[in-house]
């Protein structure tokens, strides 16, 4: 007989392990890129591609430099590039796309020892990065055009616009980049801009401004707006992460605490001249990047708490960074940024929050 | 009501393979192998020498301490030999070879009925002591000890372990359904010398069987049967406890702190064979199961028996991976299957599917080990804080609290090896506090 | 533009002044006062801080000698001119001690395997799993927790799967023998060169089954020892460093080659030892 295997107890172990995770969330985050790529053109589809191809270059590079077994193949540098790509507006280059993806797996993850011992999350390192060194890449006033006013397949011309969405593609892969641009700002922008050109003594609601100028909630979760490529489809994200809850691969703390405070704050805060308790909270949680960032840039495991309580500090930071940033502060967005911070913060979070020990009663 | 603890997972249970299979006496050995360290606590001290004539159920090792137990020879025949041999625990440790005469001649008053209700608690429980019965469930601990809680220490109600919420053993099922009055009446001695009048027994949900007959068989005793939630680690003492009474043992206590004693039904029905019958403990029941044989079984088999002819009873195949003695959660990977049987062997399993060799990957940090531990600690600080010899800290997050029940390991995605971390942390912890 | 450079620049430089200020004034009013002594030994120690003398650092053990009726000889580590520099500064005698080295008592070549162990790569880990996997239970497991807890980087695992000990390097600081579980690791004086290279308490027989360079208890080399410094107990012979003489009659008489004399190769590595006996 063979020599008997020999180890610890347990002998048995659960049959989910980093790589049936890592790719369970990697197929739940498809239906929004495909959903952009039917919306931005292949050109999208080419960007989330590259991104994806430059982050597994780069996790393998870092394996052979250090000697250590491949990586790859457990999908969280496929998860990483994914990510990037998904958070970077549909018109960026190639050039700046495969710098950021490698941004993401190199300073977001590598730098700090691969994965589990990264401190922030690694695509929005690459999108901070990018956002950085090219801000006029990640925030544009002028997004590229996309078919806001027709439903998916509904006509007939629905075709031949494909067929011209890829001619502007393969235009933008020669290098005109923004050929078909046309000057349409992102809801969040259009609503803050329209705020803060309001009198001061307006008593008009932020619904009344989605209302005034042409924001369908519809679209909104559908897809068919402006933004980046993978955030615009809230409702397939909303499925995708519902899913995710479901299988108990993230948390639902998180999701649920997170988009909750940003819904009651934006409602509560004033934004420009609206005033207090005049804002929209269905618009806020359905518009920009919230969606992907509440249900899968906020939950990565290895940048959140680990406790219950600690998941739930750290999701009530997050949204309300994200209204304070959307509200009051420079950008229109703030998803990246506010999720950014409270990682800092995870390790603070995380030595107050301790799990209560059996035997042990709180006085 | 189902009731339950917090924490725990439930891991395919695999109890169907075994479970419908009656206990079956298997055939006495020639020659037995009696370890020396067979329980918790200081080995035994051999009282016989190599030569000398044993006979069935005759002491061969006293206990070697307070925390200690006997040893008595399940057959009759001849001492050949005394000297280290592999046993369940690790490489060698002493051992007492009887050889089989065939001749089954009990010893001198074993084997003889008695009535164990005219008896004292204090003369039943110097019968349990020199019966050599220790915690049948695997933990191995003298059951003496137990039952002898400190003055100060007021116990109100006695708990049967009878959940066995380890996946594949059968063996207390089995001995639930087939031979209940055993248990029973075992668990009132435990109850008389206990002074207690109010007894439960703990019973998963998945053992609805067992569960009824426990509740016919104790009501006229004031004994109540519980239905528990099927949930790993269900059996370990302290959860039981808290799923049953609610109370939760302060941490570094002992189940006594909240007035509890908990046994398990194999130890009970050893303990009415000692009291009533005069048999101390000799045999125990076995569950052979696993997807490296290919015929399951439930063995009531004596101690010190070889495993390996019992394995190729039930059709030990070719190229099995591993081979576990106990449950797959908590029990001992072996060797080779040429170990004697000890007392606290529920079952032998021998696995080919699923085993494989774990390579551990960093923490991801995923909390599955922190939302499942049933004691509330944070398994994934402990195993980093172990990675590099941190022991103080990890003493300070609570280290020695940890019941090695393997949950968080079994749902760790990297594969890390926690439970032997922690052990390690717990064995260094425990060396400095000696310093 | 031009503004926009010196307004920041100036901006920079006053803050620059300021803090550099507020710092200097915190260290004049919350300097702590310390004996200049422990200073000057600080400098002196190895600070390596590896624990060896028990104090939490070398800054702790120069406190204690100061401070305390501490001999500078606790240190292991610390080179002998700086000692008496030490002992100078402390205005006592310095006692010349023997430099010591580490030495590992075991030879294996191959132990066979009782089984495949899966788990976590440390030798304390593993002998938590079923006892150890080698067959010895005496011998180097060769996961080399010995060596990732040497400071000075003087114990390395070799390709034979043993630890070997750098001879310049090691200061006997005694780390890798207090973490090793199987106690095959001892430190010995440095002029000392003849060892058991074998740590087994097994009888002869068993131990012949499972290596070939061990001591099976035979007691030859007790009775060739001149000086009367070898004992053999459970049927490991064992050598008193303080009344060997170096002679290496043990060396010739040992039947499997288990006793080392390391003075052919003192500066070399102990595999040398090894190489050497295979050529014999």
Redesign the interface.
Known sequence: ??????????????E???K??MWTVVMMLVPAGLMGTVVFGWYAALLILVSIFTAVACEHLVNKIRKLPTTIGDGSAVLAGMLFAYVIPPNTSIFVTVLGSAATILLGKQLF?????NIWNPALVGRAFVSAAYASVIFLSTWPRIRIDKTLGGDSGWLSERFAALQNSLAQIMGNINVDAVSQASPLSIVKGAAKALDANATTTVSELVKNNDISYMNLLTGHHVGCIGETSAGLLILGGLILIAMKIV?WRIPFFYIGTVALLSWIMPIGNVGWFHGDALFSVISGGLMIGAFFMATD??T?P???LGKGIFAVGCGLLTVLIRNFGGFPEGVCYSILLMNTCVPLIDRFC????????KK | MVRTFRGGVHPHDSKDMSKDQPIKQAPTPDIVYLSLRQHLGAPSKAVVKVGDLVKKGQIVAEPGGFVSSAVHSPVSGKVKEIKPHPHMMGPLADAVVVENDGKDEWFEGCNVATNWESMTPEQLKEKIRMSGIVGLGGATFPTHVKLSPPPEKKIDSAILNGVECEPYLTADYRLMIEQPDRVVEGFRIIMKVLGVSKGYIGVEANKPDAYIIMKEKGAKYGIEAVMLKVKYPQGAEKQLISAILGREVPSGGLPMDVGCVVQNVGTAAAIYDACAKNIPLLTRIMTVSGDGVSHTANYNIVLGQMLGPILKECGLKDGIRKLVFGGPMMGLAEPSENIPLAKGNSGVLALIAGVEKYEPRMCIRCSRCIDHCPMGLNPSVLSLLSDISDFTSMEKHHAMDCIECGVCTYMCPSRRMIVQQIKLGKQRILASRKK | MLTTVIISLSILGVLGVLFGLGLAYASKKFSVETDPRVDRICELLPNANCGACGFAGCNAFAEQLVHGSLDVNTCKVCASEAKSVISSVLGKELVNQEREIAVIHCMRETIPARFEYNGIQDCRSALLVNGGFTTCQYGCLGLGTCATVCPFEALYMGEDGLPHVVDEKCTGCGNCAKVCPRGMITIAPMSRDVHILCNSKHDGKYTIGCCNHGCIGCKRCEKACPAGAIAVKDFLACIDYTKCVVCGACVDVCPTGAIGDYSLFRGKQSAKWRSGLAAK
């Open positions: 007989m063979a020599s008997l295997l020999v180890s610890n107890s347990p002998h048995i172990r659960s989910e392990d980093i049936a995770i020892g691969g994965l589990g011992c948390d495991f290895v959140s680990m406790t219950p301790t799990p209560r020990l059996f035997g042990v009663v």
